[in-house]
């Protein structure tokens, strides 16, 4: 890739369907969706640049804008004529990104709790955005239990030890505490609101799931895409937070493989 090395994993056999996190997460998140919707579909999952275990290169960019670009680069690579893309929280203003200014087809659109219209930040994150210089010299133990504390609000039920570190690893020491701000500092509201203009000219199939409890992204979010997106379908994951996958995989593979075609 232009923009870095991305790391990526394929499961299953079937229709292409690719999977794209989003912020602060890596494909870690897909954990539990994954071996369900494997069942039916070739899963392709990948890490954001710059995100889990994929490196950035020159100019070290992880800008919304970069990752669509490198998305649609791969989509490319991987030779999928009009694969289902499926994107969570930036990772659907990426694969919209990819699809929309890119030029990458797809079989259709799932978002779920996404990114895709303005203003997104949570106040969490805004603050941080107005304290960069604060955030980015402050204590590593300090740093990770503001990152810990945010993660625990993404979520439904509580996340263990394990998984909490799990999230957070990719974060952790010098490069992980200065790659978390360099992508807060890169975010703009041009990237987003590049597709948003472009909602009501879609025309792949869309479904928009949401996390019943998400405190990140209200779901009258998703009511306003809906709405700018021509016949969008728009379904509730239950017991679920922003991190729908995480809490409710279940019920997220069913939606998207319900989506996608798979038989029940």
Request: net charge negative; charged share 25%; proline share 7%.
């Amino acid at each position: 890739m232009r923009g870095g090395t991305v790391a990526w994993d394929r499961f299953g056999d079937g229709p292409p369907v690719v999977l794209v996190h989003g912020t602060p997460s890596w494909s870690f998140l897909w954990r539990g969706v994954v071996p369900l919707l494997a069942r039916s579909f070739t899963v392709y999952v990948l890490d954001l640049l710059g995100y889990g275990a994929s490196l950035l290169g020159p100019p070290n960019d992880m800008s919304i804008s970069a990752q669509g670009r490198m998305l649609g680069e791969l989509l490319e690579q991987w030779n999928l004529a009009a694969p289902g893309l499926v994107g969570h929280d930036i990772g659907g203003a990426t694969v919209l990104r990819a699809h929309l200014l890119e030029g990458r087809p797809a079989g259709g659109i799932v978002l779920l709790d996404a990114v895709a219209l303005n203003p997104w930040n949570t106040r969490t994150t805004r603050h941080m955005r107005a304290h960069l210089d604060a955030y980015r010299s402050m204590p590593p133990h300090l740093y990770e239990e503001i990152v810990k504390a945010h993660l625990r609000t993404a979520v439904y039920r509580p996340l263990d030890a394990e998984t909490l570190d799990a999230y957070l690893r990719p974060w952790r020491g010098e490069d992980g505490q200065a790659a978390y701000f360099r992508k807060i500092e890169q975010w703009t509201e041009e990237d987003v609101g590049a597709i948003e203009s472009l909602l009501p000219t879609l025309r792949p199939r869309v479904r928009i799931l949401w996390g019943e409890d998400d405190r990140w992204l209200d779901r009258d979010v998703a009511r306003r895409l809906q709405n700018l997106i021509p016949d969008a379908e728009f379904r509730l994951v239950p017991s679920a937070g922003h991190f729908a996958p995480e809490d409710n995989p279940d019920a997220v593979a069913r939606e998207i493989g319900a989506f996608f075609g798979a038989e029940n």
